[in-house]
């Protein structure tokens, strides 16, 4: 794990009085779906080693808190949403209630999950755009989205910016399935 408690509370949108330890679990997904398929896993195995050990770089410390930390914490949330919204109880799902508030519709979280996901996008070519920027301080960071497999630090061919399919498991998250994606 490339976060911690600490770390998320500062880097999610969740309100400071929020127990976190809720939405820790989500952290591996997150990690799993979002953040090592951006990093790529020689580079998110060497930040992993680094915090655990606690001798980051000054290069990864920055790639952490500038681009890693605020993507990954929004994606936490992202992940986590539907179970902060519904909790299992020994009588099924449920919603949360209280005297003084109503739980919020499935509207409202699909509004919700929506608008996170656009930041999320954005917080992700963000990162893009740093790691390519900084390239020579992130040697195991190797881009591959480019249409035209030429792998271009320098943007030379016009087309390493663009983030046509920004998540390989893009599919698990659309109830829209066609045949082309399962295949």
């Known amino acids: 794990m490339i976060i911690n408690e600490k770390y998320l509370k500062k880097y999610s949108i969740l309100p400071d ?11 591996d997904v997150a990690e799993a779906v ?6 790529g896993t020689l580079l998110y195995d060497e930040l992993e080693r680094e915090i655990a050990e606690n001798d980051i770089s000054e290069e990864d410390g920055t790639l952490l808190t500038k681009a890693i930390w ?15 919204w519904s909790h299992a109880s020994e009588v099924g ?5 209280s005297d003084n508030s109503n739980s919020a519709t499935l509207q409202d979280i699909t509004y919700v999950q929506s608008h996170l996901r656009k930041q999320i996008e954005a917080r992700k070519e963000f990162a893009v755009r ?15 989205e480019c249409a035209c497999g030429c792998r271009d630090f320098a943007e030379a061919c016009g087309c390493v910016a663009k983030l046509e399919n920004p998540n390989p498991l893009k599919f698990i998250y659309t109830t829209r399935r066609i045949d082309a994606d399962l295949k």
């Open 17 to 27: 009085n929020y127990d976190v330890s809720e939405v820790m679990p989500f952290v």
């Open 34 to 39: 979002w953040v090592r398929p951006l990093v």
């Open 70 to 84: 605020p993507y990954l914490g929004l994606c936490v949330v992202y992940e986590a949403l539907p179970f902060i």
């Open 93 to 97: 799902l449920t919603l949360g209630k």
């Open 130 to 144: 740093f790691l390519l920027e900084h390239h020579t301080s992130f040697p195991l960071f190797v881009y591959d």
